[in-house]
């Protein structure tokens, strides 16, 4: 018997090795969490549990040294995934068009979700505290499913419907777009916090 696998979904997990980087996106990131009050004012008003600057600030590089360092490093990343995924992208580049903070704490969670207008997104992780939020893929067939069977108990990962990944400081997840996803509820008291961002494609 010959069994082909067809039109996987893939995620790539890289790992942000300069420590010095790390510890000044740390404290760029709590510097831009306190001077927000337009982030937390949308956080009060939208029920978001933490904080985020995804609705108030879209020019994270230009506030501070380690978010424009942070995408030069995933430029390098994105350019990997892209290759892997054997893209023809003839004259257009790949441009990181958004970039944003996360801190969410006890509680905090990110209800199921994907990325219009992008065609890579993904998350750089600065701080994952024991008990913080997994972040679970979803199988992009499963609207399609209808009377399928359940998946056992003990079936391999590949055959599983839905894929959960416990990142750890430093960590980058690299994803397409359209690859539902979401952040399990954190059982910690302290932050989780990461820093997302969306690639689109431009013309060169």
């Known amino acids: 018997m010959t069994e082909i696998s067809l039109f996987a979904s893939q995620i790539q997990r890289s790992t942000l090795s300069d420590a010095a980087l790390l510890d000044d996106l740390h404290d760029a990131v709590w510097m831009i969490e306190d001077g927000d009050t337009a982030?937390?004012?949308?956080?009060?008003?939208?029920?978001y549990p933490g904080y985020t600057s995804y609705a108030s600030l879209d020019d994270l590089p230009q506030r501070a040294p380690a978010f424009?360092?942070?995408?030069?490093?995933?430029?390098?990343e994105a350019a990997k995934y892209a290759a892997a995924r054997h893209w023809e992208l003839g004259a257009a580049k790949l441009h990181c068009d958004s970039l944003w903070i996360n801190i969410l704490g006890e509680g905090g969670h990110h209800s199921?979700?994907?990325?219009?207008?992008?065609?890579?997104?993904?998350?750089?992780?600065?701080a994952v505290p024991e008990s913080a939020g997994r972040i679970k893929f979803e199988d992009p067939r499963l609207p399609m499913m209808m009377a399928a069977p359940a998946i056992?108990?003990?079936?391999p990962e590949s055959a599983?419907?839905?894929h959960y990944i416990s990142p750890?400081?430093?960590?980058?997840?690299?994803?397409?777009?359209?690859?539902?996803?979401?952040?399990?509820?954190s059982q910690s008291?302290?932050?989780?916090?990461?820093?997302?961002?969306?690639?689109?494609?431009?013309?060169g």
């Open 152 to 155: 056992k108990a003990d079936a």
């Open 39 to 47: 982030g937390h004012e949308w956080c009060d008003r939208e029920g």
């Open 168 to 185: 750890q400081a430093g960590d980058v997840l690299m994803w397409e777009s359209w690859l539902r996803h979401e952040v399990i509820t």
């Open 189 to 203: 008291e302290a932050p989780r916090i990461s820093i997302s961002f969306n690639y689109a494609l431009t013309e």
């Open 160 to 162: 599983r419907r839905f």
């Open 68 to 76: 424009s360092q942070l995408v030069s490093a995933l430029n390098i």
């Open 112 to 126: 199921g979700h994907i990325h219009p207008n992008s065609v890579i997104s993904g998350t750089c992780y600065l």
